[in-house]
């Protein structure tokens, strides 16, 4: 066996609230990967600037979206992130373009599925934790909509994680390790 060129994403995917972070930032921790997330580009942004609306939010969101791109493109082939975000907010096609241009030739995603009910309740109880610029209780009745016909991305294979019960991150784990991603070979994929 060799290794096959070209970088893997384990894309963490979800609606706002729907336990990407906790799901993301374990794997990263556990399998050892840098970890990228929207938020955590765009926030540090965010508390340097007055009067952050909804808006500029969106704005800088896509700006943080661009950026992680950008990081995973300058890397070496054979490299692994996990990449925190809710990438319904963009098109797939969109997805498609930056996977290309970043050279990853390995897509695995891990779907984080929510009721509306349960993300617009996780959302209601951290809004005063969030940072200045986030959409507040008006964004709730959206969010559970959105949480109703939200859907996995689906470009490469789908891990899906039902948040209603309780976490089996050993699960997701497993999963992962069916692609490559562990052992001696962290994020390395093998072509036979």
């Not at 493109?73 to 290309?100: K, N």
């Not at 349960?118 to 200045?132: C, D, F, H, M, T």
Request: net charge neutral.
């Amino acid at each position: 066996m060799t290794l096959a060129s070209g970088k893997t994403v384990i894309l963490v995917n979800g609606v706002p609230a729907s336990g990407k972070s906790t799901v993301a930032q374990a794997l990263a921790q556990h399998f050892g990967l840098p970890y990228l997330a929207i938020d955590g580009i765009k926030e540090p942004f965010m508390s340097r600037l007055d009067n952050v609306d909804r808006g500029l939010n969106r704005r800088l969101g896509c700006a943080a979206y661009e950026a992680i791109w950008s990081i995973v493109a300058q890397a070496p082939d054979c490299c692994t992130y996990v990449i925190d975000a809710w990438f319904g907010f963009q098109p797939r096609e969109q997805l498609r373009h930056y996977l290309r241009e970043a050279g990853v030739t390995q897509p695995l995603e891990v779907w984080n599925q929510i009721s509306g009910e349960l993300a617009a309740e996780r959302y209601a109880s951290r809004i005063g934790q969030r940072p200045k610029g986030h959409p507040g209780t008006e964004y709730l009745p959206e969010l559970r909509a959105l949480a109703e016909r939200a859907a996995p991305m689906a470009i490469g294979p789908v891990i899906r994680v039902e948040q209603a019960q309780p976490l089996e991150i050993g699960r997701i784990v497993d999963s992962l390790a069916e692609y490559g991603i562990g052992g001696d070979n962290v994020g390395k994929r093998m072509a036979g």
